[in-house]
């Protein structure tokens, strides 16, 4: 599955620098699937919570049309810096991204409610239930929402992984999501797992 769809060389690059700071990206698989969602709901306004180096924010704004806005919230300018370097390598223009510097739980009560057709989430894990609630609000009626480590590296299906933050935190954001009846969910086996929904009429 990761091997489906070669990477070309300016996600490889970006990849590549992801790891020489820390900042795990998204996987090929993974991408594909976002960018794959992005195309088939014409994805003009998407917000990315987790910048990273780049590599999540160009699969997706190559799902979106070419006027489609891409909004990047992320603590780190560091992240930022990379994510724009990769952007110029792409060939993708600053005009197709808002870079926001700031902690995800600040920067989005600030953005428009509805505005959006899609928001993924790829930062602090345990603030994955807060993003969920922000998400419904910013998200237009048949608008997409995305978590990526949905599987966290096979820990939340197994009942032996008890009392980490982390993983009840993303357990909890599977329940909210399950039993929203709002939302048509769907958890897909790429990567560490995406888990997605759509946000019903």
């Known amino acids: 599955m990761e091997d489906f769809l070669p990477e070309d060389e300016a996600i490889v690059n970006a ?4 790891r020489e700071v820390g900042a795990t990206p998204i996987g090929p698989a993974g991408g594909a699937a976002l960018r794959f969602l992005a195309t088939l709901i014409g ?23 070419k006027d489609g806005v891409l909004t990047s919230v992320d603590v780190d300018h560091e992240n930022q810096r990379l994510a724009k370097l990769a952007y110029r390598e792409a060939g993708l223009g600053s005009f197709r991204t808002r870079m926001i510097v700031g902690r995800a739980l600040e920067v989005l009560p600030r953005l428009t409610d509805g505005a959006y057709d899609m928001v993924f989430c790829d930062a602090v894990k345990t603030e994955y239930p807060e993003y969920f609630t922000a998400a419904l609000r910013l998200l237009r009626p048949g608008g997409v929402v995305a978590f990526d480590n949905a599987l966290w590296h096979q820990r939340i ?3 032996a992984h008890r009392g980490d933050p982390t993983t009840e935190a993303i357990r909890e954001v599977h329940h909210m999501i399950r039993e929203d009846e709002r939302l048509v969910p769907l958890l897909l086996p790429v990567g560490d797992g995406l888990l997605c929904a759509v946000k019903r009429d």
Do not use: F, N, Q
């Not at 990849?15 to 992801?18: E, I, N, S, Y």
């Open 157 to 159: 299906a197994d009942p």
């Open 43 to 65: 994805a003009r306004t998407v917000v990315e919570v987790g910048t990273g180096c780049g590599v999540s924010g160009m699969y997706l704004m190559r799902g979106m049309p």
């Open 15 to 18: 990849r590549h620098r992801g």
